[in-house]
């Protein structure tokens, strides 16, 4: 291929060129492809290592690493972590089969009273688990004295990766308390950004070897309250998004409408919604030659997940009989997050894993493993027929689910579920290691229009997830006319 003209071009630049040319007239965000393809589009071969190498024209190549994504989500109930929760952790974390990047999604890290909900942000829980996420972590290499210690510059409570180019406005960059004597573990894993927002929670970890291997960038942190009246933090999500070398990833760390009532599910959807249409990322002017996503759905991988919330279509005797079967398929039959996603009201075009585990709530209380409501019951407890509220959702080609389970810790009327993913990332390796100047047309192909709410206008007229979402916030659920007073005693049950 000839070019008229040359242009001298930032690395990270050209990767989005390259991708652009892969993708031209295809919008792989909104597939509902297999688990297990990956993109290929006749071109390039396989290397011995089994990567998968596209060649370009000016002698580099996009090669296809793979890489390991743990994602999990606890609800904990309000309840700050102790020291015995190490193996609880470990259990949850599934060290055994380590992944390359750890993200944990956390909900009610602090109980949602009124002080909290609407006052001012309490750090302490935040520190508290990320001082313990690290220790299960890293202990596993022999080093626990490599805990990352987070020092408090500010009030904001707001972590992301220093190596990032973008300076936010409301946060800080991590800082790691480094050993007295230089030693070197190479699977040592690094806090890479944290957020809270009241009792939401995400925190990212990545081996360190990872980040000299790979140019990570654009760490970006968002927070969308969508909880009482619409706008408070008890409900909503918190997001991070980042770049591995030419791969864009985005978590959803989130925490929806509690009720299993007729209906509740439908204020779950249009939570959903909102976050989809709130979340945003902002772009600096100085990262124009390294252009990344500004909404959930412009990243190449998307992973959701928390305590969602939805419930189980059934009466909670026939319920209770179909858990003690451990008739999962059975059961899987009245979930409401599933007859959702099949009539296309939310999350169309997404994929989960098959769940083989029981319902994941309501324990009765801490300690305890017996489900709310079952026999014997306690004097004045609630019934609440178990259900799956935490889940794990993905989106985007190329991402296959290896494991999908819950863990068995006591510590809170949830338990913790995870899922560990295989990927690949978009590397770019040139034949010539000195080249630095890449030929490039004078004018790079424009990306396919976005509207604000993220359709594309090529996408619009037909049945997407994005069309579903729209006509989602349309329709609107009523917003609530209770008295804080009244949500914060129905809060006690989410």
């Avoid at 573990?185 to 995400?202: D, R, T």
């Amino acid at each position: 291929m000839e070019f008229k003209g040359k242009l001298v071009a930032h690395p990270r630049r050209c990767r989005k060129w390259f991708k652009w040319r892969r993708r031209e007239g295809r919008d792989p965000h909104l597939s509902d492809g297999e688990g297990d393809e990956w993109d290929n589009d006749g071109e390039g071969e396989f290397s011995k290592d089994g990567d998968f190498v596209l060649p370009t024209e000016s002698g580099s190549c996009i090669q296809n690493n793979e890489f390991r994504v743990f994602v999990g989500t606890w609800n904990v109930a309000g309840r700050s972590p102790v020291g015995s929760l190490d193996v609880d952790l470990d259990d949850w974390l599934n060290l055994k089969d380590s992944a390359d990047i750890y993200v944990l999604g956390f909900q009610e890290i602090v109980p949602l009273k009124a002080k909290n909900v609407v006052g001012a942000e309490d750090e302490t829980p935040a520190h508290k688990w990320n001082s313990l996420i690290g220790r299960t972590l890293n202990k596993k290499w022999g080093c626990p004295w490599l805990t990352p210690l987070v020092h408090r510059s500010s009030s904001n409570d707001d972590y992301w990766y220093e190596g990032t180019s973008y300076n936010f406005e409301n946060a800080k960059p991590v800082v790691i308390d480094q050993p007295s004597e230089p030693r070197s573990f190479s699977n040592e894993y690094k806090l890479m950004a944290s957020k809270k927002m009241v009792g939401a929670f995400i925190s990212v970890w990545m081996k360190k070897e990872l980040l000299k291997k790979y140019c990570v960038s654009n760490v970006k942190l968002c927070s969308v309250a969508c909880g009482i009246m619409g706008y408070l933090g008890n409900k909503g999500a918190v997001s991070v998004s980042m770049s591995i070398e030419g791969t864009s990833f985005c978590f959803i760390a989130a925490h929806l409408a509690s009720g299993e009532k007729t209906g509740d599910e439908l204020r779950r959807n249009h939570q959903v919604s909102e976050i989809f249409r709130r979340t945003s990322f902002p772009r600096a002017r100085e990262n124009d030659d390294n252009p990344h996503p500004r909404t959930i759905l412009g990243h190449d991988r998307i992973f959701w997940f928390g305590d969602l919330n939805y419930r189980l279509c059934l009466e909670d005797s026939l319920a209770r009989k179909l858990v003690q079967d451990k008739d999962w398929r059975a059961l899987q039959e009245f979930d409401q997050l599933r007859k959702e996603r099949e009539s296309g009201g939310v999350f169309q075009g997404w994929r989960e894993g098959s769940i083989e585990f029981a319902p994941t709530y309501k324990y009765s209380s801490p300690n305890c493993n017996r489900y709310s409501g079952g026999f014997p019951s306690r004097s004045g407890e609630k019934i609440r027929t178990p259900a799956w509220c935490d889940r794990i959702l993905w989106c985007g080609k190329g991402v296959k689910q290896l494991s999908y389970f819950r863990s068995e810790s006591k510590f809170s009327d949830h338990r913790p579920v995870s899922a560990l993913f295989s990927t690949h990332i978009e590397v770019i390796k040139s034949a010539n290691p000195t080249a630095n100047i890449i030929s490039l047309p004078p004018t790079l192909p424009p990306l396919h229009h976005q509207t604000i709410s993220g359709i594309s206008q090529e996408a619009e007229g037909k049945t997407t997830l994005l069309k579903l979402l729209v006509q989602d916030i349309e329709a609107s659920a009523p917003r609530a006319t209770t008295s804080l007073g009244s949500w914060l005693s129905s809060e006690q049950d989410s």
